[in-house]
Nanobody
Framework: VQLQASGGGLATPGGSLTLSCAPS????????MGWYRQAPGKGRELVAR???????TYGDSVRGRFAISRDGSKDTISLHMNGLKPEDTAVYYC?????????????WGQGTLVTVSS
């Protein structure tokens, strides 16, 4: 499985960016799809993810500012980031999970850098 992420770049504080992720097969073939991030010197943390049934989960630091969505026609997921802060600077990774018979298989994209700076 390949996860192709796009949309990273430079934003100013208070600005917006949208990340997109296109898997090599249908987004509906995964139990979860979402985004994690890793800032310099820190561990990887959940940003947002969406269950195949539509339930969304957000990290505490982005809730209310970021929104995850699915586009069935394009077979992609997107992360709409608003109200960006310097602390949102990180490498963002697209993630997909498959759950079967009690086992979880996790797939990762290559990461896209988001820098928030004035």
């Amino acid at each position: 499985v390949q996860l192709q992420a796009s949309g990273g770049g430079l934003a100013t504080p208070g600005g917006s960016l949208t990340l997109s992720c296109a898997p090599s097969r249908s987004i509906l073939s995964f139990d979860y799809m979402g985004w994690y991030r890793q800032a310099p010197g820190k561990g990887r943390e959940l940003v947002a993810r969406v269950h195949i049934g539509g339930t969304t989960t957000y990290g505490d630091s982005v809730r209310g500012r970021f929104a995850i969505s699915r586009d069935g026609s394009k077979d992609t997921i997107s992360l709409h980031m608003n109200g960006l802060k310097p602390e949102d600077t990180a490498v963002y990774y697209c993630n997909a999970e498959e759950q079967s018979s009690g086992y979880t298989t996790t797939h990762w994209g290559q990461g896209t850098l988001v820098t928030v700076s004035s």
